[in-house]
């Protein structure tokens, strides 16, 4: 897939055919700027884009519709053109002022013509009056669980206004807070707008995948303790796999058409169907590289060298045991917003990442993640085993630098600096976006409260709550009631999940735009060499891992993977959650590629990387 990007120094074909003065027609105007210029110069900029705006929106495909900008924006930058002959400003000087102009309001164009997506939700919360199958967590809620119909209410006429006041005067059931809902709405000047991202609906609460998602997240919660290495020597996973194998609900991977150790709790990706103009429609995917090898990316195992100082790959971890939210009381204490009651309990030791606990615990708050693989990748490897080193990963073979005889890329652009400074970026539109969906589309069940549905009704023969059968009679359910003593599901976090929807992740966004951002500077087939994996027997150490190789483009898909559904290990997110957003990072990862792409100077291809789904894009 090629995207068609405008080149800030050309005029555009449309307007170099019926114009010979692609500089306008008062170029060779000498006159000095006037007083009133700079206001005049505002005045046709605010005119030519009124104009502009208006006509964009008739164009009726994207020949027509870029032609139509070509002119539009030629005609603006003509009338601007004339403010130019400032005898103390270098033509050159000035002539880079108008390249920005022209490349920001070409992308401003371009992001506008992007048509608002389709947000279609799994109408649970239309489906059911007492709101059982919508997040509600944060209002007061009575003994059964259930949300105060009032107080939703308000929240409700929020939702629709999307205004701060009516945010704030929703009743809370505790002292936490809802989490940024207004803040979604901000508007962002490189990229698309989250309006304009389609991601198919949840799972409905009823449906076999939901319940095909529940057993998924209640057998990881029984096995956070089993270490990654040693998962042909359980039992219990073996009991997990055989019974994940039989879902049909179940979009995770498989192998040969079946479930097996090595694609069990492995990561996907999910994508609207293009196909399908709804969105309803999704398209499951297994992105290259993540049933390779073991669990846990090479990114996650390997001390990372940061200038003359090291981050160090070993993390605090969460003793086992540390698990919450299973007495009733405290469950519904955290439905209604109250601070926990009770705090982890951690190991004294750090060690590498081993099991699902430790990765759970890993993405609580977040290491260096995505941030310490640019380094790593940055980074040459190190002659003496006692110094940490990188990956030495070559750099995109696009990148105009590697063919330049004279020039090297530093932060400006297209070195290590310049990607540092698009990774956080990445990460705050990535949340606009996710969090828009969240608060404005879906407000999808948390595990922990749909735990809650689970235990009234196997419970308490709470048959007005409407449970596919296949999470009713899941073998799951029985050891965690001889384990805890209820139905409900084990959280890794004492809290339980932040006080917003369930879908699409925030954590998984975040991960799906910085991974596409990385795979697009570096070379994805450059094979890592020496990898290793924590030690199951001991993992404060790691030991060598021979088998198939590992990737660049391979491990970044893994560790995005990694941090998506770390989360679901943790007990606060689904597969779904974690697999739609991904995609939905990615296009906006696209989307700000787009847009810089606009700003170089360099002669320059474009961004080429493979995409979640295996195919390839120029960008």
């Given at each position: 897939?090629?995207?068609?990007?405008?080149?800030?120094?050309?005029?555009?074909a449309?307007?170099?055919?019926d114009?010979?003065?692609?500089?306008?027609?008062?170029?060779?105007?000498?006159?000095?700027?006037a007083?009133?210029?700079?206001?005049?110069?505002?005045?046709?900029?605010?005119?030519?884009a009124?104009?502009?705006?208006?006509?964009?929106?008739?164009?009726?495909?994207?020949?027509?519709a870029?032609?139509?900008?070509?002119?539009?924006?030629?005609?603006?930058?003509?009338?601007?053109?004339?403010?130019?002959?400032?005898?103390?400003?270098?033509?050159?000087?000035?002539?880079?002022?108008?390249?920005a102009?022209?490349?920001?309001?070409e992308?401003?164009?371009?992001?506008?013509?992007?048509?608002?997506?389709?947000?279609?939700?799994?109408?649970?919360?239309?489906?059911?009056?007492?709101?059982?199958?919508?997040?509600?967590?944060?209002?007061?809620?009575?003994?059964?669980?259930?949300?105060d119909?009032?107080?939703?209410?308000?929240?409700?006429?929020?939702?629709?206004?999307?205004?701060?006041?009516?945010?704030?005067?929703?009743?809370?059931?505790?002292?936490?807070?809802?989490?940024?809902?207004?803040?979604?709405?901000?508007?962002?000047?490189?990229?698309?707008?989250?309006?304009?991202?389609?991601?198919?609906?949840?799972?409905?609460?009823?449906?076999?995948?939901?319940?095909?998602?529940a057993?998924?997240?209640?057998?990881?919660?029984?096995?956070?303790?089993?270490?990654?290495?040693?998962?042909?020597?359980?039992?219990?996973?073996?009991?997990?796999?055989?019974?994940?194998?039989?879902?049909?609900?179940?979009?995770?991977p498989?192998?040969?058409?079946?479930?097996?150790?090595?694609?069990?709790?492995?990561?996907?990706?999910?994508?609207?169907?293009?196909?399908?103009?709804?969105?309803?429609?999704?398209?499951?995917?297994?992105p290259?590289?993540?049933?390779?090898?073991?669990?846990?990316?090479?990114?996650?195992?390997?001390?990372?060298?940061?200038?003359?100082?090291?981050?160090?790959?070993?993390?605090?971890?969460?003793?086992?045991?540390?698990?919450?939210?299973?007495?009733?009381?405290?469950?519904?204490?955290?439905?209604?917003?109250?601070?926990?009651?009770?705090?982890?309990?951690?190991?004294?030791?750090?060690?590498?990442?081993?099991?699902?606990?430790?990765?759970?615990?890993?993405?609580?708050?977040?290491?260096?993640?995505?941030?310490?693989?640019?380094?790593?990748?940055?980074?040459?490897?190190s002659?003496?085993?006692?110094?940490?080193?990188?990956?030495?990963?070559?750099?995109?073979?696009t990148?105009?630098?590697?063919?330049?005889?004279?020039?090297?890329?530093?932060?400006?652009?297209?070195?290590?600096?310049?990607?540092?400074?698009?990774?956080?970026?990445?990460?705050?539109?990535?949340?606009?976006?996710?969090?828009?969906?969240?608060?404005?589309?879906?407000?999808?069940?948390?595990?922990?409260?749909y735990?809650g549905?689970?235990?009234?009704?196997?419970?308490?023969?709470?048959?007005?709550?409407?449970?596919?059968?296949?999470?009713?009679?899941?073998?799951?359910?029985d050891?965690?009631?001889?384990q805890?003593?209820?139905?409900?599901?084990?959280?890794?976090?004492?809290?339980?999940?932040?006080?917003?929807?369930?879908?699409?992740?925030?954590?998984?966004?975040?991960?799906?735009?910085?991974?596409?951002?990385?795979?697009?500077?570096?070379?994805?087939?450059?094979?890592?060499?020496?990898?290793?994996?924590?030690?199951?027997?001991?993992?404060?150490?790691?030991?060598?891992?021979?088998?198939?190789?590992?990737?660049?483009?391979?491990?970044?898909?893994?560790?995005?993977?990694?941090?998506?559904?770390?989360?679901?290990?943790?007990?606060?997110?689904?597969?779904?959650?974690?697999?739609?957003?991904l995609?939905?990072?990615?296009?906006?990862?696209?989307?700000?590629?787009?847009?810089?792409?606009?700003?170089?100077?360099?002669?320059?291809e474009?961004?080429?990387?493979?995409?979640?789904?295996?195919?390839?894009?120029?960008?």
């Amino acid at each position: 897939m090629t995207i068609d990007s405008h080149h800030p120094d050309r005029p555009s074909a449309a307007k170099a055919a019926d114009d010979p003065n692609p500089q306008g027609p008062e170029a060779a105007s000498s006159t000095p700027r006037a007083s009133g210029e700079k206001t005049a110069g505002r005045r046709a900029f605010i005119g030519v884009a009124g104009t502009l705006a208006a006509g964009s929106v008739l164009a009726g495909s994207a020949g027509v519709a870029r032609a139509e900008r070509g002119r539009d924006v030629e005609a603006l930058l003509g009338d601007l053109d004339s403010l130019r002959r400032d005898p103390h400003v270098s033509p050159l000087d000035h002539e880079l002022r108008l390249r920005a102009l022209r490349a920001r309001t070409e992308a401003a164009l371009d992001n506008f013509r992007e048509p608002v997506a389709p947000h279609p939700n799994n109408g649970d919360e239309a489906r059911y009056p007492n709101k059982i199958g919508t997040d509600t967590r944060g209002l007061p809620h009575d003994e059964r669980g259930e949300v105060d119909l009032d107080a939703y209410e308000i929240a409700s006429r929020a939702y629709a206004s999307r205004e701060w006041d009516d945010f704030e005067a929703i009743p809370l059931g505790g002292t936490r807070k809802l989490v940024n809902p207004v803040g979604t709405l901000a508007v962002s000047l490189i990229g698309t707008t989250p309006v304009q991202i389609v991601v198919p609906p949840a799972p409905a609460v009823a449906s076999a995948e939901k319940a095909a998602e529940a057993v998924e997240v209640y057998w990881q919660a029984l096995l956070r303790d089993v270490p990654f290495g040693r998962y042909e020597d359980s039992g219990d996973v073996q009991d997990a796999l055989e019974e994940i194998d039989g879902l049909s609900g179940h979009t995770g991977p498989r192998a040969g058409g079946r479930v097996t150790l090595q694609t069990l709790f492995r990561g996907s990706v999910t994508y609207a169907d293009p196909r399908d103009r709804s969105g309803r429609t999704a398209k499951h995917v297994i992105p290259p590289g993540v049933l390779d090898g073991p669990y846990i990316s090479q990114f996650l195992v390997r001390d990372i060298p940061y200038g003359p100082q090291v981050i160090g790959a070993r993390i605090r971890t969460a003793l086992p045991g540390n698990d919450f939210l299973t007495e009733y009381e405290e469950w519904l204490a955290a439905q209604d917003g109250l601070p926990p009651g009770r705090s982890i309990a951690y190991d004294p030791v750090r060690r590498y990442i081993a099991t699902g606990r430790d990765l759970a615990e890993f993405v609580h708050s977040g290491g260096p993640l995505f941030w310490g693989a640019a380094l790593l990748l940055g980074a040459g490897r190190s002659p003496d085993p006692a110094v940490p080193g990188g990956v030495a990963a070559p750099l995109s073979p696009t990148n105009p630098y590697l063919r330049s005889r004279t020039q090297a890329s530093a932060a400006a652009s297209f070195a290590l600096g310049y990607l540092q400074s698009l990774l956080p970026l990445g990460t705050s539109r990535a949340i606009r976006a996710a969090y828009w969906q969240k608060w404005f589309v879906h407000r999808s069940l948390r595990p922990e409260a749909y735990g809650g549905l689970v235990h009234h009704r196997v419970a308490n023969d709470a048959r007005d709550y409407p449970l596919h059968r296949d999470i009713l009679r899941s073998r799951a359910l029985d050891l965690v009631f001889d384990q805890f003593g209820s139905y409900l599901l084990p959280q890794a976090f004492p809290e339980g999940a932040p006080n917003h929807g369930s879908y699409p992740g925030g954590a998984a966004a975040i991960a799906g735009v910085n991974a596409t951002l990385l795979k697009a500077f570096f070379d994805e087939d450059h094979v890592i060499a020496d990898p290793f994996v924590a030690d199951p027997d001991d993992p404060t150490r790691v030991i060598p891992y021979s088998g198939p190789p590992l990737t660049v483009g391979g491990e970044l898909n893994k560790l995005a993977t990694n941090y998506a559904f770390g989360r679901n290990w943790a007990g606060i997110h689904w597969r779904t959650d974690a697999a739609a957003s991904l995609a939905l990072g990615e296009e906006v990862a696209i989307s700000l590629l787009r847009d810089e792409r606009r700003t170089f100077r360099e002669p320059f291809e474009g961004f080429t990387f493979t995409r979640f789904d295996g195919t390839r894009i120029t960008i």
